[in-house]
């Protein structure tokens, strides 16, 4: 049995301009390009070793490996063949907060398994890969700010990390619910896609992708959560206006804390909001504040979990005494 290991190391990242919706579903290239902020908080730690079939464990429980073998399968075809793997993954997340894995998840076992395999490849080159797995992966190899491009073919649909920004931004994460998402986000954009406000979404996140990237380099916080906001709820308009199996993630719940944040907005602070795939509301706010809004959180909503985040490293590989426990 060979004993070589390869242990990597990718933080979660929060769309603040989201990918809600594929041009290509075979390649997975999005309709929009997306733009993101890598959390210090939350991470994934992904270990590979040869066993006798491609298999996955996630924080020590069995999982069934259907998707990551697939993936696999795609990185031997890609890149050139391998042994099969046994896959270990732990998510670190503070208190459980709901926050998507998927992205850490696939960025960590597409470093793992390249350099398990002595692969010599970019960031770049590796977010290429991992989009295959689950395009929010493209963007959690890059500290801070990135940006995936959208791209019109296989090779040009990447991730790159933005300019390093000073800007002291926070995310006060609210945890409404842990459950795991009734609609996954491939049947959730596909569904979004067949609404009549689909196309208009498009058109003004490319608008809107200027601006926030303008913002980013003005250090203009305001603008970059006012436009996050706008655009996340105009995504989930989406969903609820979808001609094929409309749906909703939020719960009574979420539209509490979005008026909520907008409470805390007509009080002076700096706070927008921002959710995805489920029920939990990420507000945008400046570091300075984050600890008051998180107090007035959980004094407003019983039960609420609440985890502060802030900007995050890109990619590591990790030595096994290192793998979080
Ligand atoms: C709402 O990356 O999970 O979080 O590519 O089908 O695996 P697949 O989708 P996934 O979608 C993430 C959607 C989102 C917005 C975002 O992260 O940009």
């Avoid at 390249?114 to 770049?124: K, M, R, T, V």
């Avoid at 979404?201 to 992708?209: C, D, I, L, N, R």
Wanted: hydrophobic content about 40%; overall charge negative; some cysteine.
């Amino acid at each position: 049995m060979n004993e070589k290991t390869s242990t990597a190391r990718a933080h979660t990242n929060i769309a603040l301009m989201k990918y809600w919706g594929k041009k290509d579903a075979a390649l997975n290239l999005p309709t929009t390009s997306s733009l993101s902020l890598t959390l210090k908080e939350f991470y994934t730690d992904t270990m590979v070793t040869e066993g006798r079939e491609d298999t996955l464990l996630i924080n020590n429980l069995m999982q069934d490996p259907t998707r990551v073998h697939k993936f696999l399968d795609f990185l031997r075809a890609e890149k050139g063949d391998f042994p099969p793997l046994t896959v270990v993954s732990k998510n670190v997340v503070p208190t459980s907060a709901g926050l998507a894995s998927s992205a850490s998840s696939f960025a960590a076992l597409t470093a793992a398994v390249a350099h398990y395999n002595d692969w010599d490849l970019s960031l770049e080159e590796l977010s290429r890969l991992a989009r295959r797995g689950s395009g929010s992966a493209t963007r959690s190899f890059f500290p801070g700010f990135a940006v995936w491009h959208e791209g019109h073919d296989d090779q040009s649909s990447f991730a790159e990390s933005l300019p390093e920004s000073t800007m002291p931004i926070a995310l006060v994460v609210c945890e409404v619910a842990k459950t795991t998402k009734k609609v996954s986000s491939s049947d959730g954009m596909q569904r979004a896609m067949t609404s009549p406000d689909y196309e208009a979404w498009v058109a003004k996140s490319h608008e809107q992708f200027d601006v926030m990237q303008a913002a980013l380099a003005a250090n203009d916080l305001e603008t970059v959560g006012a436009i996050a906001e706008e655009n996340a709820l105009a995504m989930h308009a989406l969903n609820m206006s979808a001609t094929d199996r409309r749906f909703t993630y939020f719960s009574q719940m979420t539209i509490d804390i979005i008026a909520f944040v907008k409470e805390l907005r007509k009080q002076g602070f700096l706070a927008y909001a921002t959710i995805d795939a489920g029920p939990n509301v990420k507000i945008i706010t400046r570091q300075d504040q984050a600890e008051e809004i998180k107090e007035k959180a959980l004094a407003s909503f019983r039960k609420l979990k609440v985890e502060i985040a802030t900007p995050g490293p890109g990619l590591s590989y990790i030595e096994e005494n290192d793998f979080a426990d």
